[in-house]
């Protein structure tokens, strides 16, 4: 069935480290993968996308990777600050169901300064 | 230009009580979706809506209801509240129809107690 699983489930890392977050999907037709990040009390918001025919996409300290033939993508977060502690979550589209787009269990990262 | 705006923010029901949870955007967008968002379980599609008059279920339906009278609004009903629906609801939008290929707009969520 339709599924998007996401680990781990709580990362902490040192301000300046990096930080990787991973997801697997189930449905090869998989064609949109979203990341969104959760601050306290607000809801998520879009950080970074990646479309299947893009193996790689970055934004300054964000990046994204998909490898299609293995079903995962990844996020990471080099010279992680304070400000990058929140949940985040990952999700991947199902074209063969109209509408869905199913999220990850969501990742809590916490900077430690 | 407010994007996506929930209310209430926090609402405590008794079981078998009915409410509806409102939720409006002011970006002319046609896609609009409800979340539910509970601890390890990430957010699950309730329903959504490709345009006005136009609604369909998602992964865990039973036990609401929607309508979509407007381009903006899309309220969530809940017909007889169960502590089951404790969570927190979350309303997106996105520009585009399929909105498996397009960012998703989301609002502050409505945190729901059921007691």
């Known amino acids: 069935g339709e599924n998007v699983e996401q680990h781990p489930s709580t990362l902490s890392v040192q301000e300046g480290d990096s930080a990787v977050i991973k997801c697997t999907y189930s449905?090869?037709?998989?064609?949109?993968f979203p990341w969104y990040k959760q601050e306290l009390g607000k809801g998520p918001q879009l950080i970074i996308d990646?479309?299947?025919?893009?193996g790689e996409k970055k934004d300054q300290r964000i990046a994204v990777t998909l490898n299609k033939t293995a079903k995962h993508f990844s996020l990471h977060i080099t010279e992680t600050q304070p400000e990058d502690s929140a949940v985040y979550f990952c999700?991947?589209?199902?074209?063969?169901?109209?509408?869905?787009?199913?999220f990850g269990q969501g990742t809590t990262l916490q900077v430690k300064p | 230009n407010a994007g996506v705006t929930q209310t209430p923010k926090f609402q405590v029901l008794k079981t078998g009580q009915s409410m509806t949870l409102q939720c409006a955007q002011d970006?002319?967008?046609?896609?609009m979706s409800w979340y539910r968002q509970d601890p390890g379980m990430g957010l699950r599609l309730i329903h959504y809506?490709?345009?006005?008059?136009?609604?369909d279920q998602g992964e865990v339906p039973n036990g609401y209801n929607v309508s979509r009278s407007t381009t903006e609004d899309f309220p969530l009903r809940l017909l007889s509240a169960a502590p089951s629906q404790t969570s927190v609801y979350f309303c997106?939008?996105?520009?585009?129809?399929?909105?498996?290929?397009?960012?998703?707009?989301f609002g502050n969520g409505t945190r729901l107690t059921v007691t």
């Open positions: 997106a939008s996105s520009y585009d129809s399929r909105s498996y290929n397009s960012p998703l707009h």
């Open positions: 449905d090869s037709a998989s064609n949109y």
């Open positions: 990646i479309r299947s025919n893009v």
């Open positions: 999700a991947a589209s199902f074209p063969s169901n109209t509408g869905k787009l199913i």
């Open positions: 970006m002319n967008h046609e896609y």
């Open positions: 809506s490709v345009g006005a008059g136009i609604t």
